[in-house]
């Protein structure tokens, strides 16, 4: 789950991390006054989940609590790279001395925490040169102390004041990555003033198998109204805005269909992955969600593991008694309880394919037949 | 020979006394596994199937000589779980459970390579020395023993990528579920080694999915194989910037994508199949 940047900026003041004078705002009024709370020049941010915001036009600099009235009131009609925007961020304006980046992620391969730095801030960091980025990762039994701090502002080239303060910084981020859960937070850019450093960015992305433990932190919506009732039901669901309603169990079978289904030159309405182990009550939730996407036709392919065939047939047979299904069903079914999840479905006047590749084909064909 | 476990691995359940544990458990018994003991904290006396279960890890390792652990414990819990096993001493431990937050994860990941402990997962299927034994959950009739070595990040794919070989006289010498998450404690090339020196395996087939770059990281060591290597990589179709189950299944910036691990794959001398069922033909002309 993305974080809006007053939402990491807060949670970095929380901890210590020193942000810029500033208030979230949802009106051109409290953008002034909070312009006038803040006093002197200010900068008016949309808050988006993407990032890219200034070449948008989604940040604009205001002299006084009027300009920052204008520049809220145009801030707030647009759609930043197809996000409405809500919210903005008024905030003092730094004095910028220079720009460096600082970011803690997971690092898949290594398995391990990475802080990323580079002494080349406020741009994109995919854009920096290697040589000027700082690479070092953390053993999660020891964590961040401060002789790490020193070694990557040694490697930064900092001096003095600003890498006492950058010490403490990077061991607080640390400190904040770790107790919220983060997959990301990254400062971009890390402003030095005089001898101040200032997280004049925050991006924040919070794990969401970790939620369930991060209850203080506001939900942040960012799917569509299906693929949040999918979620609600443990599914994994992307829509793609085809016409064959997709539903098969793991992720990687759900890929596999969607490719199979295109190569016989159909198209897929969506991603969803059934998940492990999801009981009859979930299955049948599933295929109603489908539905929603007003297919053409439902293509259900099961591979049973932890999932068990019987389950699927007997919450199919009960979505098509309660409610009905209006298209037509091509069902794949193997797997753990296979005989007995084709039989129930054949006492309920349905078929079931075997093999994967013919059942996609038949759903093709019935998408495509006018 | 078969890679991790073999037809003499004492295996404990953990979480035996729940729904899937049970179930599993029962598959696991009849597909030949050596089950010696289940745990499951306060039913300590019990017994699921037959099996003994005890309160913790320690004091099943007192009474059986345990090879390996299988968690069936939900995610919420699964970091005290894997501590208990890899502290017990307990040498392979799969992990089934979904959902384990990343920092648990690293967690677990960073004790086990202290303590010597092979991770098989978080979020897998698990690992199936076929006709010897099978930890965790894929259905027991589609793997059958014979020379060919399977490697996979997600699971239900890969049982019927398996159950394709099986129908095309493939059997298999073990099948390696890495996992769905983004930290997990096997790579491709760590299983990939250890099927090169396997003498049972003769070629291996290893199927990857978008995002992150695991099969591009596994293109370097394919390159220095001598056993024929074929790959599947689930998502051809996918969209960029959608999560497509898998914490891992992502394309971001642009990285990760189909074409390039096609690509990275193809330069290393590996077969590439396009869809999941072409994977016995392109295994039949690579043996030739």
Same mark, same amino acid.
């Given at each position: 789950m993305k974080l809006f940047e007053y939402m990491g900026k807060s949670i970095f003041s929380t901890y210590g991390i020193k942000v810029p004078a500033g208030k979230m705002v949802t009106n051109p009024d409290d953008a002034a006054k909070a312009a006038q709370e803040v006093g002197g020049p200010v900068v008016v941010k949309s808050q988006i989940l993407t990032g890219k915001r200034g070449k948008g036009g989604g940040i604009k600099f205001a002299d006084n609590p009027e300009e920052a009235r204008q520049a809220a009131s145009d801030i707030l009609s647009m759609t930043v790279q197809g996000h409405k925007v809500e919210r903005i961020l008024v905030e003092e304006k730094l004095q910028i001395d220079k720009e460096l980046y600082l970011a803690i992620t997971v690092d898949g391969a290594a398995k391990k925490p990475v802080i990323i730095a580079s +002494?080349?801030? !406020?741009?994109?960091?995919?854009?920096?040169?290697?040589?000027?980025i700082v690479k070092q990762h953390v053993d999660v039994s020891l964590g961040v102390y401060p002789y790490l701090g020193q070694e990557i502002s040694r490697r930064l080239g900092l001096a003095g004041q600003i890498s006492k303060e950058f010490k403490q910084l990077l061991i607080l981020l640390y400190k904040i990555f770790r107790e919220k859960d983060a997959e990301l937070v990254e400062i971009n850019p890390l402003v030095i003033s005089g001898d101040r450093l200032i997280a004049a960015d925050s991006k924040m992305t919070i794990d969401d198998d970790a939620l369930f433990r991060q209850k203080d932190i506001p939900y942040v919506e960012e799917r569509t109204s299906i693929e949040k009732q999918a979620h609600d039901l443990g599914l994994a669901f992307v829509e793609l805005g085809g016409n064959i309603a997709v539903m098969a169990n793991g992720a990687g079978m759900s890929m596999g269909s969607l490719d199979t289904l295109v190569h016989y030159g159909g198209q897929p309405a969506n991603f969803l992955d +059934?998940?492990?182990?999801?009981?009859m009550e979930g299955t049948a939730k599933a295929i109603e969600l489908l539905l929603q996407t007003n297919p053409k036709v439902i293509f259900i392919n099961i591979f049973g593991g932890i999932t068990r065939c019987d389950d699927v047939a007997n919450a199919l047979v009960q979505v098509k008694k309660t409610r009905g299904i209006p298209v037509p069903v091509v069902i794949r079914l193997v797997g753990t309880n296979e005989e007995e999840g084709v039989k129930i479905l054949q006492e309920n006047g349905m078929n079931a394919y075997k093999v994967m590749q013919e059942a996609a084909a038949k759903a093709v064909e019935i998408a495509n037949a006018g | 020979m078969a890679i991790i476990i073999n037809e003499n691995t004492n295996v404990i359940v953990q979480g035996i006394t729940g729904k899937q544990g049970r179930f599993h458990t029962r598959q696991m018994l009849a597909y030949g596994t050596k089950i010696v003991g289940g745990v499951s904290p306060g039913k300590g006396g019990q017994e699921v199937e037959g099996i003994p279960v005890y309160d913790t890890v320690y004091e099943a390792m007192e009474n059986e000589r345990v090879d390996a652990s299988v968690l069936f414990i939900p995610a919420p819990f699964a970091k005290d779980a894997a501590f208990e096993n890899i502290t017990a001493g307990v040498k392979v431990l799969v992990i089934v459970t979904e959902h384990i937050p990343v920092h648990d994860e690293m967690e677990i990941i960073d004790l086990a390579r202290k303590k010597g402990t092979t991770v098989v997962g978080p979020n897998t299927f698990g690992i199936v020395s076929s006709g010897k034994c099978k930890i965790g959950i894929?259905?027991?009739?589609?793997f059958v023993e014979g020379p060919i070595g399977v490697v996979a990040r997600s699971g239900t794919l890969t049982y019927e990528i398996v159950a394709n070989l099986t129908a095309n006289g493939f059997g298999q010498s073990t099948v390696v579920g890495l996992g769905?998450?983004?930290?997990?404690?096997?790579?491709f090339v760590d299983v990939l080694e250890k099927f090169e020196k396997?003498?049972?395996?003769k070629a291996v087939v290893l199927v990857g999915e978008i995002g992150g770059n695991a099969e591009e990281e596994a293109s370097l060591y394919i390159k220095k194989m001598t056993k024929p290597v074929v790959a599947y990589i689930a998502g051809k179709s996918a969209p960029p910037g959608?999560?497509?189950?898998? +914490? !891992?299944a992502i394309i971001e910036?642009?990285? !990760?994508t189909f074409g390039a691990k096609v690509e990275a794959l193809q330069s290393a001398g590996a077969s590439v199949a396009t869809?999941?069922?072409e994977v016995p033909e392109l295994l039949r002309n690579a043996l030739k």
């Amino acid at each position: 789950m993305k974080l809006f940047e007053y939402m990491g900026k807060s949670i970095f003041s929380t901890y210590g991390i020193k942000v810029p004078a500033g208030k979230m705002v949802t009106n051109p009024d409290d953008a002034a006054k909070a312009a006038q709370e803040v006093g002197g020049p200010v900068v008016v941010k949309s808050q988006i989940l993407t990032g890219k915001r200034g070449k948008g036009g989604g940040i604009k600099f205001a002299d006084n609590p009027e300009e920052a009235r204008q520049a809220a009131s145009d801030i707030l009609s647009m759609t930043v790279q197809g996000h409405k925007v809500e919210r903005i961020l008024v905030e003092e304006k730094l004095q910028i001395d220079k720009e460096l980046y600082l970011a803690i992620t997971v690092d898949g391969a290594a398995k391990k925490p990475v802080i990323i730095a580079s +002494a080349q801030g !406020g741009m994109d960091i995919e854009e920096v040169p290697d040589d000027y980025i700082v690479k070092q990762h953390v053993d999660v039994s020891l964590g961040v102390y401060p002789y790490l701090g020193q070694e990557i502002s040694r490697r930064l080239g900092l001096a003095g004041q600003i890498s006492k303060e950058f010490k403490q910084l990077l061991i607080l981020l640390y400190k904040i990555f770790r107790e919220k859960d983060a997959e990301l937070v990254e400062i971009n850019p890390l402003v030095i003033s005089g001898d101040r450093l200032i997280a004049a960015d925050s991006k924040m992305t919070i794990d969401d198998d970790a939620l369930f433990r991060q209850k203080d932190i506001p939900y942040v919506e960012e799917r569509t109204s299906i693929e949040k009732q999918a979620h609600d039901l443990g599914l994994a669901f992307v829509e793609l805005g085809g016409n064959i309603a997709v539903m098969a169990n793991g992720a990687g079978m759900s890929m596999g269909s969607l490719d199979t289904l295109v190569h016989y030159g159909g198209q897929p309405a969506n991603f969803l992955d +059934a998940g492990g182990g999801t009981g009859m009550e979930g299955t049948a939730k599933a295929i109603e969600l489908l539905l929603q996407t007003n297919p053409k036709v439902i293509f259900i392919n099961i591979f049973g593991g932890i999932t068990r065939c019987d389950d699927v047939a007997n919450a199919l047979v009960q979505v098509k008694k309660t409610r009905g299904i209006p298209v037509p069903v091509v069902i794949r079914l193997v797997g753990t309880n296979e005989e007995e999840g084709v039989k129930i479905l054949q006492e309920n006047g349905m078929n079931a394919y075997k093999v994967m590749q013919e059942a996609a084909a038949k759903a093709v064909e019935i998408a495509n037949a006018g | 020979m078969a890679i991790i476990i073999n037809e003499n691995t004492n295996v404990i359940v953990q979480g035996i006394t729940g729904k899937q544990g049970r179930f599993h458990t029962r598959q696991m018994l009849a597909y030949g596994t050596k089950i010696v003991g289940g745990v499951s904290p306060g039913k300590g006396g019990q017994e699921v199937e037959g099996i003994p279960v005890y309160d913790t890890v320690y004091e099943a390792m007192e009474n059986e000589r345990v090879d390996a652990s299988v968690l069936f414990i939900p995610a919420p819990f699964a970091k005290d779980a894997a501590f208990e096993n890899i502290t017990a001493g307990v040498k392979v431990l799969v992990i089934v459970t979904e959902h384990i937050p990343v920092h648990d994860e690293m967690e677990i990941i960073d004790l086990a390579r202290k303590k010597g402990t092979t991770v098989v997962g978080p979020n897998t299927f698990g690992i199936v020395s076929s006709g010897k034994c099978k930890i965790g959950i894929p259905p027991n009739q589609f793997f059958v023993e014979g020379p060919i070595g399977v490697v996979a990040r997600s699971g239900t794919l890969t049982y019927e990528i398996v159950a394709n070989l099986t129908a095309n006289g493939f059997g298999q010498s073990t099948v390696v579920g890495l996992g769905g998450d983004r930290v997990v404690g096997l790579s491709f090339v760590d299983v990939l080694e250890k099927f090169e020196k396997d003498p049972e395996t003769k070629a291996v087939v290893l199927v990857g999915e978008i995002g992150g770059n695991a099969e591009e990281e596994a293109s370097l060591y394919i390159k220095k194989m001598t056993k024929p290597v074929v790959a599947y990589i689930a998502g051809k179709s996918a969209p960029p910037g959608k999560r497509m189950g898998h +914490a !891992g299944a992502i394309i971001e910036r642009g990285k !990760g994508t189909f074409g390039a691990k096609v690509e990275a794959l193809q330069s290393a001398g590996a077969s590439v199949a396009t869809l999941p069922f072409e994977v016995p033909e392109l295994l039949r002309n690579a043996l030739k």
